[in-house]
């Protein structure tokens, strides 16, 4: 079965630091993962994707995220955290191999960056 | 840019009401869906549909139904509420590929008094 973990409930983190937000799959086949942000009373929005290829993929507001196929991982970065970044984040997978359209996503990772 | 809209962002009901939620998309997407968001679970997925009048339960579907009459409306019935149906509700949309992301609406937060 598709699953997505994210490790953590939290992440805090000084402004200018880097950040990583992490994330874990489970997939019988190639997988496309996503990551999402929800700041406070608003939908998800979509940050990046990876797809194939290149294992660094670069996404909006300066997020990149790197997959990595022997660990099933696909953390999210940024090399200088802004306090306007503190929000909601979420993974997702899809799975064409699953049969199924559907998209799971993990419980989701709040990032709070402090000033 | 896609736009999903969500006809209500609050909205307060009574046990045993009937409850109609409403999405509506503007970039002509096949696949809709809808997912209820609660802290520490998450997003799971109650209904999607992949075209016109074609439905799919999802994860949690007991409790809900859904129509879709027209490719860019979505809705979501709640046949008679219940408090355990107090959460946040997202609706999203994507076109047909496989690596298409979700476009989501910002959210309709329902209270089931």
């Known amino acids: 079965a598709q699953s997505v973990a994210q490790p953590e409930d ?3 983190v ?4 880097p950040l990583t937000v992490k994330c874990t799959y489970s997939v019988s086949g190639n997988p496309y993962l996503f990551w999402y942000v929800q700041y406070p009373n608003r939908g998800l929005q979509f940050l ?10 670069k996404g909006s507001y300066g ?3 790197e997959f990595n196929k022997s660990q099933t991982s696909f953390h ?14 979420f993974c997702a997978v899809r799975d064409p191999t699953s049969g199924t359209y559907k998209y799971i996503f993990g419980t989701g990772t709040r990032l709070k960056v402090l000033a | 840019d896609v736009k999903v809209t969500q006809s209500s962002r609050y909205l307060v009901k009574r046990t045993g009401e009937k409850v109609f939620l409403e999405c509506v998309q503007d970039m002509d997407h096949e696949n809709m869906f809808w997912y209820r968001q609660d802290p520490g679970l998450g997003l799971r997925l109650i209904y999607f549909s992949y075209d016109v009048k074609m439905k799919e339960k999802g994860d949690i579907p007991e409790g809900y139904s859904v129509s879709r009459e027209k490719k860019e409306r ?3 019935i709640l046949e008679s509420a219940s408090t355990n149906q107090t959460s946040m509700y997202l609706c999203a949309s994507s076109s047909r ?4 992301p979700l476009h989501f609406g910002n959210g309709t937060r329902l209270t089931v008094t």
Request: glycine share 8%; hydrophobic share 40%; proline share 2%.
């Open chain 1, 10 to 12: 939290q992440v805090n």
């Open chain 1, 14 to 17: 000084a402004e200018g630091n």
């Open chain 2, 97 to 100: 590929g496989w690596n298409s």
């Open chain 1, 63 to 65: 997020f990149e995220a």
């Open chain 2, 74 to 76: 979505f809705s979501l």
């Open chain 1, 76 to 89: 999210l970065k940024k090399p200088s955290a802004l306090v306007s970044d503190s929000a909601l984040y």
């Open chain 1, 48 to 57: 990046l994707k990876y797809i194939t290829g290149d294992n660094l993929v």
